[in-house]
């Protein structure tokens, strides 16, 4: 390809490139966002990390992808758009960091790693770089373990196991040898190993899905059948090492995972075998893997920078190659070397603030002889994030392979996803040709910015240079304590910063505004990096400080907007105690102390006890934030109580004074209510003894009184009384009428503090009343009420005759008895009223009285006729008489019955007693007018009329 420049070559590869990666990203790959449908906009916070692609040749083009460590431990491909991490910074800025990302999520199949198609990025607030993960600081042993993993369908092995664990030796090219040369020995790989082969469970096409690499699987599944044979806490890194081609690319960063027990961030690269089969592309992706970005020269490319491992690892192999381990790397250049902290502040140079023209010496970057310079670094204009670097690069050590010697110059923009581009002015794609090569006589200038670096001469290990600045304000610096969002600060703090290079001066500002402006005066600190100040009041303070020299002014952490904010704390504030107040009575025994809140208080801690003291005889128990506390299980008696507010800065006791103790007093209510007896006997009369209570109580010594209370089962309360302890009958209870009552009691003791329960009573079934009368008689509880009652003794000889037709002097007898109670006795009769009825007629006293009470005129022609039987007729005359006395007169008849018409004698009567519901007549619509009555009949008639109970 002779008379083709390099500048065509690359456009072509380019080219190349770009028609891959329009085939990658169309399946969905990095940063490539596909036609998939993604869900609402959702917001994750957690770790940022970066993972970078490199494939075989420049035509690839390099991968970046990058990805999130969620807070719950899930980890989230973010197809994220260059824009926008450049304006929260860059990646470097992002890497480690905790950051709030908002993004729809994409769909993805189960198990695939989750993917959010980003809409922003931002660093959360106060957040600081993971160790180990940031490019910060690699210094130290940090050992590396190669996975040896087989696909599932791919059986091939393509080098044994002494290549990989020969592969880290401390003799050159090993890696161990290799990083401690390019770390100046600050870092190691010593204590590498390998192991494998290993099967993986699935085949390559699971892992490898759309021609995209899925990170987590192959990870997972390759450290995963390694873990028995394999300790991972005895490594920082791990290099996967798979027996096929992957997506195309070897990649170098890392991942969190939790192995061996541990879960952390480890570095890690996935290698395909184009990857370990050259030694450069494993110095390369360990670099990605210690967080190295790529370098480039200046022309948009990737792999151009000859200078620097993690650019251009292939063009000059010819000069470095071992017949093992193939391509050998080269050095990377000094900004990453300044990265990772292996060149020390006195090893940098930065151009005075006051600007000029200054000489030094700079020493080689490989294999340095001299404590000469390693690098310079000067800053572009005002910028925090621009500047150049100058080194020297000579061809020796692992260095033998750059294209020749001379001082190199980067332009380093750190927002870049690649930061550092060679300053190659020629422009023709070749970084390592004269261009790009400063030499002796020869001057790199930046008249924009008013730079200028000069090659004066050659030493033997380096070059003397000359470099011209302009001045420049003080060097950016960040505010250091209180940390941004600190709580809990003292009245008397002390604010400080770092030192910034240049500055003469320093001014500090603080208020109680958040407006990023000084609502006061800026005051002068001097030289100090620092300031007390003194007697704050509780509240939020924002802060800032300034550098200042002749040139201008900076602003700590970069801005002028860029205030910090403190919380000042100061003893917690006057409080006071709320309830039980003080000398509250009659509370049970569980009891809720509440107070205010104190301005101030981190936490709360009350006490009580039963001592008089204003002392507490117990312990504090602390209740964090809460303003109550609850107590159970309390005795009966006065307890005294008391609260504290806390903070780091002491105690204050509520009321004003530490012996403002409150006092309450306790009762306990009863627990449990016994009744010794729940049977009622039948047929007794009111007054008999059912049973008596007894209480349970945690109080010893306690009284109680007991009573009927309304409440459930309280629904025969009426039913019974209570003297003393003792429950008792209010009326006579008859089993047949019902056989079981239900009471609702109250125990209360000498405190007012009570307990309620309801008892079920139950009657006992006493035996038959009369012989002749069982108690599955139709009448049988009729006739025992009707006894009952003390309105009849029966028949005689124990029997009631309950179907012997009743006569008219017996019904006299019964009727005023019911009418009157069992204890009524009528007056002597006279034997004048009815010329049958003499005076020594055994019922002649009764029957005189139903004619003087106008119930009975008699039978006719001055008789009563008193052995002539009742029939239903007359009974209903006899009862609505007795019933309503003789002035009443029912109304008139409406034909209720069938055989009683309305013209009938007692029609009025006869439906006068059946509208009161004493009786539905004999059956089929009839009454039965002339029909006798029965004893037992008689029993319904009077039991019904009069309510006997």
Not at 654 to 659: I, Q, Y
Not at 807 to 813: I, L, T
Not at 814 to 840: C, K, Q
């Amino acid at each position: 390809m002779k008379g083709i420049s390099q500048v065509a070559i690359r456009m072509v590869l380019r080219m190349l490139g770009l028609v891959l990666l329009v085939a990658y990203t169309s399946f969905g790959g990095a940063n490539g966002v596909g036609a998939r449908e993604a869900t609402p906009n959702q917001s994750f916070h957690g770790q940022f990390f970066i993972v970078r692609g490199d494939g075989p040749d420049p035509q690839y083009g390099a991968q970046v992808r990058y990805f999130l460590h969620t807070e719950d431990g899930r980890i989230i491909y973010l197809e994220l758009k260059e824009e926008l991490i450049q304006a929260a910074g860059g990646a470097l800025a992002l890497d480690g960091r905790q950051v709030v990302v908002n993004g729809s999520a994409l769909p993805t199949r189960a198990g695939e790693t989750e993917q959010l198609l980003v809409a922003s990025i931002t660093a959360a607030e106060g957040s600081v770089a993971v160790e180990g993960q940031n490019p910060l600081m690699v210094t130290g042993s940090h050992p590396w373990i190669s996975i040896m993993c087989k696909f599932r369908d791919v059986s091939d092995e393509p080098r044994d196991l002494a290549y990989f664990q020969e592969m880290y030796s401390s003799a050159w090219p090993g890696l161990d040898h290799y990083w401690r040369e390019v770390s100046f020995d600050i870092a190691n790989v010593m204590g590498s190993g390998a192991a494998g082969w290993y099967t993986l469970p699935q085949p390559r096409s699971y892992y490898i899905v759309n021609n995209t690499l899925d990170f987590e699987r192959a990870a997972s599944d390759c450290t995963g059948v390694a873990d028995a044979d394999v300790n991972f806490t005895n490594y920082d890194g791990i290099n996967l090492m798979f027996n096929a081609n992957l997506d195309g690319y070897a990649w170098g960063g890392g991942l969190y995972m939790t192995l061996d027990g541990v879960t952390k961030y480890w570095h890690m690269t996935w290698e395909p075998p184009w990857g370990y089969s050259n030694i450069t592309v494993m110095s390369h992706e360990m670099g990605h893997g210690f967080g190295l970005p790529h370098s480039s020269g200046a022309y948009g490319e990737t792999y151009d920078n000859r200078w620097d491992v993690m650019s251009d690892t292939w063009t000059d192999c010819a000069n470095s190659t071992d017949a093992v381990y193939g391509c050998i790397g080269q050095h990377t250049i000094s900004y990453h070397k300044d990265m990772l902290g292996w060149v020390t502040l006195a090893e940098r140079y930065i151009p005075p603030a006051s600007g000029g023209t200054n000489t030094i010496t700079l020493e080689q970057l490989a294999l340095p002889q001299t404590n000469n310079y390693k690098m310079a670094r000067i800053p572009i204009g005002a910028s925090i994030t621009r500047f150049y670097t100058v080194e020297v690069r000579r061809k020796v050590g692992y260095d033998v392979k750059l294209p020749g010697q001379a001082v190199i110059i980067h332009e380093v923009d750190t927002t870049h996803a690649r930061p550092a581009n060679v300053v190659d002015p020629d422009n023709n794609g070749d970084t390592g040709d004269a261009g790009a090569m400063w030499t002796v006589g020869e001057t790199f200038t930046d008249a924009a910015n008013g730079i200028s670096v000069s090659v004066l001469s050659s030493t033997d290990t380096g070059f003397q240079v000359s470099i011209t600045s302009p001045g420049r304000a003080p060097s950016v610096f960040n505010k250091t304590s209180p940390s941004n969002g600190s709580l809990t600060q003292s009245p008397n703090p002390t604010l400080s910063w770092d030192a910034s290079n240049g500055a003469i001066s320093y001014e500090y500002c603080y208020d109680t505004v958040n407006d990023n402006l000084c609502s006061g005066t800026w005051t002068g600190a001097g030289t100090s990096t620092s300031v007390a100040l003194s007697n704050l009041a509780t509240g939020n303070y924002y802060w800032q400080v300034r550098a200042k020299n002749p040139i201008g002014t900076t602003y700590a952490n970069g801005s002028s907007s860029a205030w910090w904010w403190f919380f000042v704390l100061n003893q917690p504030a006057a409080f006071n105690k709320t309830s039980p107040s003080h000398g509250t009575g009659g509370l049970t025994s569980a009891v809720t102390l509440a107070w205010n809140a104190s301005a101030g208080a981190t936490s709360y801690s009350y006490c009580y006890d039963a001592s008089d003291d204003n002392a507490c005889a117990g312990t504090w128990v602390n209740v964090g934030t809460h303003t109550s506390a609850s107590l159970s299980s309390l005795n009966s008696g006065a307890y005294y109580w008391q609260v504290r507010a806390d903070n780091s800065l002491g105690a204050t006791y509520a009321n004003g004074n530490s012996a403002a103790w409150w006092q309450f007093t306790v009762f306990n209510p009863p627990t449990a209510l016994h009744l010794s007896s729940q049977t009622a006997p039948e047929n007794q009369p009111a007054g008999a003894a059912i049973g008596t209570f007894s209480s349970v109580d945690a109080d010893s010594g306690e009284t109680f009184t007991y009573s009927l209370v309304p409440g459930g089962g309280s629904d025969d309360n009426s039913a019974f009384a209570i003297t003393g302890n003792l429950l008792q009958t209010a009326q006579t209870f008859n089993y047949l009428t019902k056989n079981s009552y239900s009471v609702r009691v109250r125990t209360m003791d000498s405190g007012g503090a009570y307990f309620e329960q309801s008892f079920s009573i139950a009657v006992v079934d006493a035996p038959p009343i009369f012989a002749d009368v069982p108690a599955e008689h139709w009448a049988a509880s009729f006739i025992e009420r009707l006894s009952n009652a003390g309105v009849t003794g029966g028949c005689g000889s124990g029997n009631f005759c309950p179907n012997k037709q009743i006569s008219r002097a017996e019904m006299a007898v019964l009727l005023l008895t019911a009418r009157h109670g069992a204890a009524y006795s009528p007056p002597d009769a006279t034997g004048t009223v009815f010329a049958d009825v003499p005076v020594n007629h055994w019922a002649a006293r009764w029957i005189e009285q139903l004619f003087n009470e106008g119930i009975s005129g008699g039978c006719g022609g001055g008789n009563f006729c008193p052995n002539q039987f009742v029939n239903r007729a007359q009974m209903s005359v006899f009862l609505v008489t007795a019933m309503h006395g003789t002035s009443f007169t029912p109304p008139a008849p409406v034909g209720l019955f069938a055989d009683v018409p309305s013209g009938h004698w007692a029609a009025s009567w006869i439906e006068q007693i059946a509208n009161e519901n004493i009786t539905g007549g004999c059956g089929g619509g009839n009454f039965c007018p002339g029909q006798e009555v029965t004893r037992a009949q008689m029993a319904i008639f009077l039991v019904t009329a009069f309510d006997l109970p």
